[in-house]
């Protein structure tokens, strides 16, 4: 195994398919409201408003491992055989873990991070692999360029499921529409 290198994953949209669990938490509980206002306090769940607290209770309910995108646990494990592998999620820990619970075993805890910022906790993040090679798996562009920014020696990988035409002077160094396209760049990232 190559310990020189670590492929970063971020949770939601990349390695969870946090739409499905929206969409399933509002056609069970919320059919009585409408879609855009459910969707509007999912934004912000910190508040103390009795229709949170509802869709936070919902939410548990029905949040698990089973939701993990076809392909994640083949990819997680063959990856996890040839390189480090790690969590870089934006959430609340409990409810991030409780999402990749059944492949928890492929990813170290110092390899695990987890923060409601996860902006603002970048650098120290990257600080950590400074003698490494540095993948990171995102749906989010901002991620991306923020951690390119804060070292350009990082290869950056945008997760673009719905094939978004990203109007922006930023390219990430791979575009993948799944985690099974980064088969075909295997040989980059296990080098
Ligand atoms: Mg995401």
């Known amino acids: 195994m190559n ?4 492929v970063l994953f971020d949770i939601d949209y990349t390695l969870f398919d946090t739409k499905s669990l929206k969409d399933i938490v509002y056609e ?3 059919q009585d409201i409408e879609k855009a206002l459910f969707l509007e306090n999912l ?8 229709l949170k607290k509802r869709i936070r209770e919902c939410l548990w309910k029905e949040v698990g ?3 993990l995108y076809p392909e994640t646990l083949e990819i997680i494990e063959e990856f996890s055989k040839k390189v480090l592998v790690g969590i870089f999620s934006k959430g609340h820990q409990k409810f991030q873990r409780e999402k990749i619970k059944s492949i928890k075993k492929f990813f170290e805890e110092e390899n695990t991070h987890i923060f409601l910022d996860k902006i603002s906790k970048l650098p120290e993040v990257l600080a950590k692999y400074l003698d490494k090679r540095i993948f990171i798996v995102d749906d989010s562009l901002e991620v991306l360029i923020e951690a390119k920014s804060i070292n350009p020696k990082v290869m950056t990988i945008l997760v673009d499921r719905e094939g978004k035409n990203f109007e922006n002077n930023f390219k990430p ?3 993948i529409k799944n985690l099974k396209e980064l088969e075909k760049h295997k040989i980059e990232i296990y080098a």
């Open 3 to 6: 310990k020189n290198t670590i």
């Open 28 to 30: 069970k509980y919320f």
């Open 43 to 50: 934004k912000n769940l910190s508040e103390e408003t009795p």
């Open 65 to 67: 491992s089973h939701l």
């Open 173 to 175: 160094d791979i575009v």
